[in-house]
């Protein structure tokens, strides 16, 4: 996914900007620039691949006496990450896209649908376009705009005009001290410091600068200057939006010592988890969810459905979520996908409650659904990790997971978290509705409490346990990933992760369905990877192991440390500690993580930033 950084204050703003962008970097892109104003000149820098390109550019334009090191060091500019959906990867397509007069210059996330019709117009009086992209057609069109009078009443003006969801900065050569934004769907977020200001898609751009923030939401505009932000609707109105402080900090943005982001986030899942579950599981008989501000246990009264909506790595965490809300308080809950769940034209009303899990918040397609099943009249719950993101603000309530900023792609600390989270939920849910003993109740909250203490150690013997296997299959064309109940989601996320950051291909079944199909797949060379923890169905996983073996295949066990019964089945073992079967998922997933990283790392990949992924998926 692109991403923005925009700079007005007093200190050089060609570092504060290729600064930002490598702050942005985990989002994903395949080229970037920057633009800047000094001494009564506009001007951009930009360059295909990564960063470092683009610093080596800056370098050469300052020195062929470019404004981007001016005498007077520019104090306001605009940079840009982006991710190519309309035209090739090239440097004329790369942002920011400037107008014919070279005044006005933007940087744009997301997609402007209207563009042809408006490219149209603009070609028509005279504009000449540079680039292929639909997004320079908001560079002319705010310059043509300019004739309004100043730059917010020009953006404005373009805002209402286009089409699609997007999220932009302008700045132009006419007013040197003002950027003005404006978002649709796509997130932009202002951080104020003392004399600066910054706007950016994301809050890691600006970091290291500043942790106060004013969010600005789908449908407003914003002028920024260095002491002012004035937030309004398109209409010119003048909204009051309060300060947040973020309580991330800049070392979360560090790889910290570590190799990746990646292996950090792995490592950082133990305090992840202990910071989601603490406060909530204090009591000895149940989960506390009704303080929180942005909660209400409204939400849980008067249901008789539930229904999961998300993306990716998010579904499997309500996935695992189905399992454990209907086998603790017995309430019929389903799981969707969002994208289809939107495009279905569900059945879902007043006695649903919808939960969408997103670590963004900011999930197109999770977002949508959300509001399909608003609209028709359903709760909506949003699970996030991302405090002022959309689904925030859609929800009716919101239960954050509290893993921190997670940087790699691949999601690994706020998935277990998001598992955490749908525990908490089923156990409250179980205790208002009573369908859970109280002996039960206060057995898996021990243990669910006790659950942070056992991942490092999770961590560690599974970085020992994957080293033979990646050692033997990282060149392995196929993995099959198997396991059953709540298995079946581990099985799902492990075989995700590999593929995502190891593109080899996966398969993840329902053990069960093996013999429906799959089955075929399997000769001497396939690796298979079984969940195969103690559970009330490991005996049915055991004798699908056993089919696997049967045909030549090998079989990787995610086992019960000391389980007898699966060494015998298997060719490798990753260990797992025993702990109630229902809360085995957030354990279990972790060896395949690491098995998932620890092969990727042997091919030789950038596991942070897997080729055509981005972190946050705005644009459906
Ligand atoms: C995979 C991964 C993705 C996300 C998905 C949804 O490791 O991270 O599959 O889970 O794009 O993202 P969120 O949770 O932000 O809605």
Request: proline content about 3%; aromatic content about 6%.
């Amino acid at each position: 996914m692109c991403g923005i950084v925009g700079y007005v204050g007093n200190r050089p703003a060609q570092e504060i900007l290729l600064a930002g962008l490598r702050k942005l970097e985990y989002r994903g892109y395949d080229s970037a620039g920057v633009s800047l104003i000094a001494d009564g000149e506009i001007e951009s820098v930009r360059a295909v691949g990564n960063l470092d390109n683009l610093y080596a550019a800056v370098e050469a334009h300052a020195e062929n006496g470019g404004v981007a090191v001016a005498t007077r060091p520019a104090t306001t500019g605009i940079g840009h990450t982006r991710w190519a959906t309309h035209g090739r990867v090239n440097e004329v397509n790369a942002h920011p896209h400037f107008d014919t007069t070279d005044r006005v210059h933007v940087v744009v996330n997301g997609i402007v649908e209207n563009y042809m019709v408006l490219k149209q117009r603009l070609l028509d009086m005279g504009a000449i376009f540079t680039s292929e992209t639909d997004a320079e057609v908001i560079a002319h069109l705010v310059a043509h705009h300019l004739a309004l009078g100043s730059l917010e009443e020009a953006v404005r003006a373009a805002y209402n005009e286009l089409e699609g969801h997007f999220a932009f900065v302008a700045m132009t050569l006419d007013e040197p001290d003002v950027l003005v934004g404006a978002r649709r769907e796509c997130p932009l977020i202002v951080g104020r410091g003392d004399g600066e200001s910054f706007l950016a898609s994301a809050v890691p751009a600006f970091l290291a600068h500043t942790r106060r923030v004013q969010v600005i939401e789908n449908g407003e505009l914003v002028v920024v200057t260095p002491d002012d932000v004035k937030i309004m609707l398109p209409d010119g109105t003048v909204l009051d939006r309060p300060e947040e402080t973020i309580d991330w900090d800049e070392e979360t943005a560090e790889e910290a010592g570590y190799e990746t982001f990646m292996l950090k986030e792995i490592h950082e899942q133990a305090d992840a988890v202990a910071e989601t579950i603490a406060d909530r599981t204090i009591r000895e008989d149940g989960v506390d969810l009704a303080e929180e501000a942005s909660f209400d246990e409204a939400l849980l009264e008067d249901i008789d459905r539930i229904t999961i909506v998300a993306c990716g790595t998010s579904y499997h965490a309500g996935l695992i979520g189905r399992y454990v809300i209907e086998k603790w308080s017995r309430v019929y809950t389903t799981m969707d996908i969002a994208s289809e769940y939107r495009y279905r034209d569900p059945v879902v009303g007043p006695r649903d409650l919808v939960i969408g899990i997103t670590q963004s918040g900011e999930t197109a397609d999770t977002l949508a659904a959300m509001r399909l099943a608003k609209e028709r009249g359903a709760k909506v719950l949003a699970i996030t990790n991302v405090v002022g993101s959309q689904a925030t603000r859609d929800a009716d309530g919101v239960l954050f997971t509290r893993a921190g900023l997670e940087i790699g792609v691949a999601a690994t600390k706020t998935f277990v978290c998001q598992v955490a989270v749908m525990y908490l939920l089923a156990l409250r849910l179980a205790e208002l509705r009573g369908t859970m003993k109280t002996e039960t109740l206060r057995r898996i909250l021990a243990q669910f409490r006790n659950v942070p203490s056992l991942i490092d150690e999770v961590v560690a013997h599974a970085e020992a346990d994957v080293e033979p296997i990646a050692e033997k299959f990282a060149h392995s064309e196929f993995f099959l990933y198997i396991g059953r109940n709540v298995g079946v989601a581990v099985a799902l996320e492990g075989a995700l992760k590999l593929k995502e950051i190891s593109y080899i291909s996966t398969d993840a079944y329902a053990a069960g369905e093996m013999k429906h199909g799959p089955i075929a797949l399997l000769d001497e060379s396939t690796p298979v990877v079984a969940v195969a923890t103690d559970s009330p169905v490991l005996d049915k996983v055991i004798s699908n192991m056993a089919e696997v073996r049967a045909r030549g295949a090998k079989v990787i066990a995610v086992a019960t440390h000391g389980n007898e019964a699966v060494r015998e089945h298997s060719d490798y073992r990753l260990r797992v500690p025993d702990v109630d079967w229902m809360l085995q998922p957030l354990l279990a997933v972790i060896p395949l993580q690491v098995l998932a990283y620890a092969v990727a790392r042997k091919r030789g990949l950038n596991v942070d930033q897997p080729r055509n992924l981005a972190k946050t998926v705005t644009v459906e």
